[in-house]
């Protein structure tokens, strides 16, 4: 059974950073995409960015991009999601999930999830 482990949550002001990360205990064949979700305060969750692990794409959310990066680390299964000038409502349970893709990310499942670390972010 795959397990994600998350770390780097916490409380940031607005206009700060925060770096998350995300290491998958083990692979399976059938794993070559990773990501991040996001479910705000009495709301739903909500897609924030994925990376593909065998190839170049990656994919954000219109609400983070060019503040946010996921990065990956070559050869082994963890993640990286850089988070650039925060602001107040990225306040957020943040989780990592892993799955797979065939050519676009409409067509992804994810089947792993990570228990979620908090971001907090006060104006």
């Known amino acids: 059974q795959v397990q994600l482990v998350e770390s780097g949550g916490g409380l940031v002001q607005a206009g700060g950073s925060l770096r998350l990360s995300c290491t998958a205990t083990?692979?399976?064949?059938?794993?070559?995409?990773m990501g991040w979700f996001r479910q705000p305060p009495g709301k739903g969750r909500e897609f924030v960015a994925a990376?593909?692990?065998?190839?170049?794409?990656?994919w954000y959310s219109n609400s983070v991009l060019d503040r946010f990066t996921i990065v990956k680390d070559n050869g082994s299964d963890t993640v990286h999601l850089q988070m650039n000038s925060l602001r107040p409502e990225d306040t957020a349970v943040y989780h990592c999930a892993a799955g797979s893709y065939k050519n676009e990310l409409k067509d992804a499942r994810f089947d792993y999830w990570g228990q979620g670390t908090q971001v907090t972010v006060s104006s």
């Open positions: 083990e692979r399976t064949s059938g794993i070559n995409l």
């Open positions: 990376i593909s692990l065998i190839s170049l794409p990656e």
